[in-house]
């Protein structure tokens, strides 16, 4: 489907190839990010021109194979069948030609001519794997053009290689992998029953493969296609033959192996590779440990040394600033509109300017440890651990994030392959103390426990940790039946970073986040701003009030006054306006003053039972709008929201009649 | 060293060919897969990954805890224990 000034490319390839180097090279800039129209799983397209041609590339999810066992398989292959692009470029990695292969031959069948891309030869060569490419393609009877895309090598070549295939496709011999013989009758007898009620766009012969192998989705389309006593037949062969999916497997393998026989070299024995020396530490049940802390310390270290200097630079220069202009610009107008924009819209914008050197900080690190191949071996290495709260090992750093900020923490649980577990530890990540919850723990403790501070401090942050262990095994048990996903992760050889691709990725996600978060930010801000002020425009005859003493009584349960309920709220925008809120309603005029009157108003029990509910309570609004975007569902997003208002509360409830029992 | 447990079989503890699970296998012990005990979904996604039947496969690292990890066609790949314990091998390397 080509006019000759614009063609569709499809890019594909399993994870760790270098797939997404080869897009950015190939798009640059000119991409846009967004969702497979449904699913959470990310989609992304560019465009590039070339001899007059404008070149549209579609960025497939990476998988290892296409069947129905994951939503990026189903995406993957739909989009190929359906949307028939004119060429799709697999990308494959120097170093795994066996294995990457495996996908190759499962699109070669497929309606779209391939060209093959090995890149990663740099990789390759260090670990003594020879390929030879030439021989690789008079084999494979399809393009093939070896890259080294972090070091833009290739990338011209895999250009004109497109171009040529779309302008002259007669060339294109495709060796196509063939069923083993002890199976081939039985293809040819399923074949015959279905063909005349296989949908277009589907191939006939790819829809009897897949019935063979027992694909789910297409079974189930062919179920209700076929009339009942064919569907019959043909479940009756399936039912008998359900191992065929192991010999549909072995069968392309054998096929690889004859591809590869003369194209590929491997390194000798006993020669130890870069990775096994690097795995030795890395991967060790106890100095991997030791590795992970390391790294992770270091992360901390830097987002406090540059982190927070940086955010109370932009604090004073940029939102502090941006409110002196706007009072200035403003001072002619009425007095509730320099509010409403100062108050309302730059406080609120000015939570989410102070997020970037943080959120810069940590989408680096993450994109640095998956590029160099790092964070695989951190999820084997707590694996031992996730798994007894059903979580995958992989779901460690998104929750450690979560220790700095909750937001960053939520977007990193991408790395997370299942849907389950993705959603399982963005459930939980609002119940790791954040910075902003520690500060305000850090400023309420020694009012009212003195020596005692730190003890409770850390027992706070312990019981927080506990609830995250507790509902992680309980949501699990709940939503998710008690079991999780087999654990089967990859260990990509170690390799140079592409910083190209790391900049990329955090130009990309700060951007997602301003866009999501940020306007949500904004809006409640504002909203809450609104509350405040009407309708007398004094906080303690507000509709925010008005809202604090409805929930009066809930806060005698608990030992607090309205004006805590109120502070509780607007905690909503960013866990540290809480202690502004209060020094606003009391009239304390700043912290100090705070400092000397809450003692007065509250006792121990129900300062304790404040910070329980606090440190508990529903994230700020940025982290619930990032975990809407993240889990693409309402579902979701108000069951974390109702269950930490529950735990948070009762918890407290608990607490305060415990202490002030015993007090 | 730790001893492969042989179902049903006595005596001679040298057979060289023993059948086993993949998680018995110590460190840089080799063997051929045999074929896997799971449902549907597992095999096919083993199978995808290259654990097929006839395909070679080497222990990298195991510690009799916690996830191992195996090399199957140049690639290493990190494998719970239960889901190593339902991979069904023939050892080609290795004593004891």
Redesign the interface.
Known sequence: MSDGRSIRVALAGQPNVGKSTVFNLLTGLSQHVGNWPGKTVERKEGVYSHNGTEVHIVDLPGT??L?A?SAEEVIARDHIIRERPDVVVVVINA?????NL?LVAELLPLPSPVIVAVNMMDVAAQHG?QIEPDVLEAALGVPVVPMIATKNQGIHELVQAIDNLVQDGTQYEPKKPEIRDDHRALLEELNELVVGYVPSPYPSDWVSLKLL??DVEIMEMMENRLPEDVWDRVYAILMEH?DA??AV??GR?EWIGRMTRAALV?PGVGQVTI??RM?RWA?H?VWGLLVLACILGLVFWLTYSVGAPLQGLLETYVVAGGAEIATRALGNAPSWLSSLVVDGVIGGAGTVVTFIPILVIFFAFMGLLEDVGYM?RA??VM??FM?LMGLH?KSFIPLYLGFGCNVPAVMGTRVIESRRGRLLTIMLVPLVPCTARMMVLAFITPLFFGAAAPLVAWSLVGLSLTVLAVSGVLINRVAFGGERA??????PLYHVPNWRTIGILIWQRSLAFFKRAGTVILVVSVVLWVLSALPTGEIETSFLAGVGRLLAPLGSLLGLSWQMMVALLTSFIAKENAVASLGVLYGAGGEAGLAQILPEILTPAAALSYLVVQMLFVPCVATVATVFQESNSWKWTLFILVFLLAVSFGLGIVIYQVASFVT | MRRVRRRGVRGDRDLPLAPGRLSELNAGEQAIIEGCDAGHMLVSRLSALGFTPDAPVTMVQNFGYGPVIVSVRDTRIALGRGEAAKIRVRRTSGGR
């Open positions: 290892y194979s069947t066992n170093s795994s030609v066996e294995r495996y794997v192998e027992g359900e999916v192991v497997a072995g393998y491997r990775t096994e795995d991967t049940p695989a999820g084997y694996d031992r798994h090992g087999a654990f089967i992760m990859e260990l």
